[in-house]
């Protein structure tokens, strides 16, 4: 079985992607647009991507990816425990420049301004392909932010260690496949839930409510709701949504179906589990 995910090696992706599936051939991706293109051409069977963080919110490219292609859904969803360290190259402890995915330099903001202030930062693509820039070329003056297994796979010094804003930094990950699977992992279950994308079918007053009244007399909790542009003029937005606990197979599907009878398009994205990792 091959899997993708976000890379390159020693990426916090692919610390997850080696917890859920430690026997299997991963494959790394330069971005998560090119995780989910591997999963549609059928190059790999499933894709791990980043969905959440607890501190920076949503990753938006994973959602409107989910959005934007059709055939996809979530398999499970896990939490890891997220910790960054500041690493320098061992031949070059002179920096200038502190380079690393936007998501982690957000994570890192407030430690950045109390002992950085004005130093630059650079955007890149993951955390761990700064670490293996920053490795690849000792003579530039950059420090990165990645993960203590990037330092050690790429032979860096670490400056500053847990440099994160906040204790409690976690990230969920999701496992995409072009099957409506539930996949059973041996790991510390928290939860299950079932995700979906509603879009209204026109905006009005009261559109929204009537949506959420749906779930409401039912009682079916949701634990997440979340809106998105539609990038096709300013006020269209879709909806993710996520129903906490078991999916009940007549109250939910009735659900679904007066959605539909409201003119809301609905896309099941899966019922799943969720699983805590190791950091």
Known sequence: MKIAFLGPHASF??????????????IPQS?????FNAVINGEVDKAVVPLENSIEGTVSMTLDYLYDFDGI?????V?????????IHPENENFETIISHPQALAQTFHFRH?????????????????????????QEK???IANSYAAKLYGLKILHSNIQDFEQNHTKFIVISKKEDLLQLGLPKTS??????????????GGLHQVLSVFAWRQMNLSKIESRTLKTGLGNYFFFMNIANEWHPVLSK???EELESIGATVKFLGHYNEYLLES
């Open 192 to 205: 299950e839930k079932t995700s979906l994308l509603i879009t209204l079918p026109e905006d009005h007053a």
């Open 79 to 87: 939490i890891m425990p997220i910790a960054h360290q500041m690493m």
């Open 254 to 256: 009735n659900a679904l």
């Open 73 to 77: 859904y979530i398999e499970t969803e």
């Open 114 to 138: 109390d002992h950085f202030k004005n130093m630059e930062t650079r955007d890149f693509s993951s955390t761990a392909a700064a670490a293996k820039l920053v490795a690849e070329n000792p």
């Open 142 to 144: 950059w420090a990165a």
């Open 13 to 26: 992706t692919q610390l997850a992607c080696s917890q859920i599936f430690p026997e299997k051939l991963l």
């Open 31 to 35: 971005s998560i647009l090119d995780c």
